[in-house]
Nanobody
Framework: QVQLVESGGGLVQAGGSLRLSCAAS????????MGWYRQAPGKQRELVAT???????QYADSVKGRFTISRDNAKNTVYIQMDSLKPEDTAVYYC???????????????WGQGTQVTVSS
């Protein structure tokens, strides 16, 4: 009943920019932290950036200064602006939301289906 849908992935040249969006929909009472993760071929999924409900942020060292995470609580949406992209940023990007669907549920993690980002050299 809860869905997270990512959009905005694609192919871009090194040095370019992309903006990913992830909208949560369905039965949602409240959302705690939201974040972006990525998984490159043959590698484990890794944290890219997170943003708390109070808007404090955390970034992986590899993206600091290049990526900016933000959220629109009214739209249950999290964004990530990715600038100065590098070929090593190529991966499937997933969003995650820690949310509570109803008063009868606690907080759980929900994941999107992923969107491909490819950076060519």
């Amino acid at each position: 009943q809860v869905q997270l849908v990512e959009s905005g992935g694609g192919l871009v040249q090194a040095g370019g920019s992309l903006r990913l969006s992830c909208a949560a929909s369905g039965r949602i009472l409240s959302i705690n932290a939201m974040g972006w993760y990525r998984q490159a071929p043959g590698k484990q999924r890794e944290l890219v950036a997170t943003i708390a409900s109070g808007s404090s942020t955390q970034y992986a060292d590899s993206v600091k200064g290049r990526f900016t995470i933000s959220r629109d609580n009214a739209k249950n949406t999290v964004y990530i602006q990715m600038d100065s992209l590098k070929p090593e940023d190529t991966a499937v990007y997933y969003c995650k939301a820690n949310l509570r669907p109803t008063v009868w549920n606690g907080y759980s993690d929900y994941w999107g289906q992923g969107t491909q980002v490819t950076v060519s050299s």
